[in-house]
């Protein structure tokens, strides 16, 4: 492994792709090695990077030692597909510079379709409760090469996407967590199963001694463990909840059945690090959630309202959908390639849909026959319809829940403007006041 993390040294090497990865990557690299940068979109290079950028034609007639891919590019659908295609064993990751840079240090390492940055905060949160000196690090938090004053007993929460872990070579974790598995990203992975085979690519490469964690009666990944040698220990996590464990629960957050599941992976995982119960549930109890990922903006005995917006696919609303009555669902945007909107019938009676944005007909095919719903051209129109109803209907409590089930592209940037914006109408339309006060 010490030849491996000296290949950062006196190398020639490109970095294919600038955004937030691709600078972490550059600024720890750049001191003992010669790079150089490549993006699609020139305009992504700032102009005090361009003496280090390189244009298309004279790739080919260098010879680069490694080539770090930021996760955001499809080396298979990018400019330099054909490049890529020729060099595909000099393709590395960001999270394989850091493994071979930090071998020795404790890894945590969360992915799954939906929860992952509630449980790797909910998990960083509980282990600095306990005094270690941990780092949030990867999708949420710092970026995983920007990290500094590392010591050898430093551990790392790492959130990890099917993106990253895709392209990763080197990169290994003690302990490997996949919260949940549904379609998602099939634009890019193409099928279902290749989406699983990357997240699974997690679990596959542990060393002796790891652990990984996953869903118990998750047929998915039960059918990649038969196909698959594995090294690592199998800890398979009942979901189920007991009344001993939520008496323990003082916090509102965890009634969902979202959160209780990865509530449920952060205490079998804390039993493997032998952590302390009590302090546990300190955390757990005093927890605040992220912004727009099932975040209570209100709630009283008349009303409640969640600002879901992280919510990008039909898999990630679902428990939210299971845990109420009387529920006002706010969904739309631009939806992701072979979701399907899979729900018991029992549950169809508590909703009630309001679908918004240019891609209805989509919702519209998915909904039908089963949940009442009506359509609108953006999110305020729809809020405006949900105040009428909640009146007309004069049922408490009011959940009303903004979950998209999509992407936010169609309209928005991305899903903390989305999510911005549900709480500047909720606000403006006095939605607070004119249901409280019905």
């Given at each position: 492994?010490?030849?491996?993390?000296?290949?950062?040294?006196?190398?020639?090497?490109?970095?294919?792709?600038?955004?937030?990865?691709?600078?972490?990557?550059?600024?720890?690299?750049?001191?003992?090695?010669?790079?150089?940068?490549?993006?699609?979109?020139?305009s992504?290079?700032?102009?005090?990077?361009?003496?280090?950028?390189?244009?298309?034609?004279?790739?080919?007639?260098?010879?680069?030692?490694?080539?770090?891919?930021?996760?955001?590019?499809?080396?298979?659908?990018?400019?330099?597909?054909?490049?890529?295609?020729?060099?595909?064993?000099?393709?590395?990751?960001?999270?394989?510079?850091?493994?071979?840079?930090?071998?020795?240090?404790?890894?945590?390492?969360?992915?799954?379709?939906?929860?992952?940055?509630?449980?790797?905060?909910?998990l960083?949160?509980?282990?600095?409760?306990?005094?270690?000196?941990?780092r949030?690090?990867?999708?949420?938090?710092?970026?995983?090469?920007?990290e500094?004053?590392?010591?050898?007993?430093?551990?790392?929460?790492?959130?990890?996407?099917?993106?990253q872990?895709?392209y990763?070579?080197?990169?290994?974790?003690?302990?490997?967590?996949?919260?949940?598995?549904?379609?998602?990203?099939?634009?890019r992975?193409?099928?279902?199963?290749?989406?699983?085979?990357?997240?699974?690519g997690?679990?596959?490469?542990?060393?002796?001694?790891?652990?990984?964690?996953?869903?118990?009666?998750?047929?998915f990944?039960k059918e990649?463990?038969?196909?698959?040698?594995?090294?690592?220990?199998?800890?398979?996590v009942?979901?189920?909840?007991?009344?001993?464990?939520?008496?323990?629960?003082?916090?509102?957050?965890?009634?969902?059945?979202?959160?209780?599941?990865?509530l449920k992976?952060?205490?079998?995982?804390?039993k493997?690090?032998?952590?302390?119960?009590?302090?546990?549930?300190?955390?757990?109890n005093?927890?605040k959630?992220?912004?727009?990922?099932?975040?209570?903006?209100?709630?009283?005995?008349?009303l409640?309202?969640?600002?879901?917006?992280?919510s990008?696919?039909?898999?990630?609303?679902?428990?939210?959908?299971?845990?109420?009555?009387?529920?006002?669902?706010?969904v739309?945007?631009r939806?992701?390639?072979?979701?399907?909107?899979?729900?018991?019938?029992?549950?169809?009676?508590?909703?009630?849909?309001?679908?918004?944005?240019?891609?209805?007909k989509?919702?519209?095919?998915?909904?039908?026959?089963?949940?009442k719903?009506?359509?609108?051209?953006?999110?305020?129109?729809?809020?405006?319809?949900?105040?009428?109803?909640?009146?007309?209907?004069?049922?408490?409590?009011?959940?009303?829940?903004?979950s998209?089930?999509?992407?936010?592209?169609?309209?928005?940037?991305?899903?903390e403007?989305?999510?911005?914006?549900?709480?500047?109408?909720?606000?403006?339309?006095?939605?607070?006041?004119?249901?409280?006060?019905?």
């Open positions: 492994m010490l030849e491996l993390a000296n290949q950062f040294n006196n190398q020639n090497i490109l970095i294919y792709g600038f955004g937030k990865s691709g600078r972490a990557c550059f600024k720890y690299l750049r001191k003992n090695n010669k790079i150089e940068i490549y993006d699609d979109k020139k992504s290079i700032p102009k005090n990077f361009k003496k280090n950028s390189i244009n298309k034609t004279k790739l080919t007639s260098v010879n680069f030692d490694r080539i770090v891919v930021s996760p955001g590019i499809d080396i298979n659908k990018c400019t330099l597909k054909k490049y890529l295609s020729k060099n595909k064993s000099k393709i590395i990751s960001e999270l394989d510079i850091f493994y071979l840079n930090n071998i020795k240090n404790k890894k945590i390492t969360i992915t799954g379709t939906n929860g992952k940055s509630t449980t790797s905060k909910l960083h949160d509980v282990l600095k409760k306990h005094g270690k000196d941990v949030l690090v990867g999708n949420i938090g710092n970026p995983l090469l920007l500094k004053n590392i010591k050898p007993k430093t551990i790392f929460v790492i959130e990890a996407s099917s993106y872990i895709e990763s070579k080197y990169f290994k974790t003690d302990f490997a967590i996949i919260l949940n598995i549904s379609p998602n990203h099939l634009e992975h193409r099928t279902f199963k290749n989406y699983i085979k990357s997240k699974f997690l679990i596959k490469s542990q060393k002796k001694n790891s652990f990984a964690f996953i869903e118990k009666n998750n047929n990944l990649e463990l038969k196909k698959n040698k594995i090294n690592s220990k199998i800890i398979k009942n979901l189920k909840i007991s009344n001993k464990i939520k008496k323990k629960i003082k916090n509102s957050y965890f009634e969902n059945k979202n959160n209780l599941n990865n992976f952060v205490l079998e995982i804390s493997k690090l032998k952590l302390k119960n009590q302090k546990v549930f300190k955390v757990v005093s927890f959630e992220l912004n727009f990922r099932q975040q209570i903006l209100y709630k009283n005995k008349k409640l309202i969640i600002n879901d917006s992280k990008t696919n039909f898999s990630s609303s679902i428990n939210l959908l299971e845990s109420y009555k009387n529920i006002y669902w706010l739309g945007g939806f992701k390639k072979g979701d399907n909107f899979v729900l018991n019938k029992k549950y169809y009676k508590n909703i009630n849909a309001y679908i918004f944005g240019k891609r209805k989509f919702f519209v095919k998915n909904l039908i026959n089963k949940i719903y009506k359509t609108f051209d953006n999110i305020k129109n729809a809020l405006v319809e949900i105040i009428i109803d909640a009146k007309k209907k004069n049922l408490s409590p009011v959940n009303i829940i903004f998209p089930s999509a992407a936010s592209f169609d309209q928005f940037s991305n899903f403007e989305r999510g911005k914006n549900f709480n500047y109408l909720v606000r403006k339309l006095k939605i607070i006041s004119k249901i409280n006060g019905r």
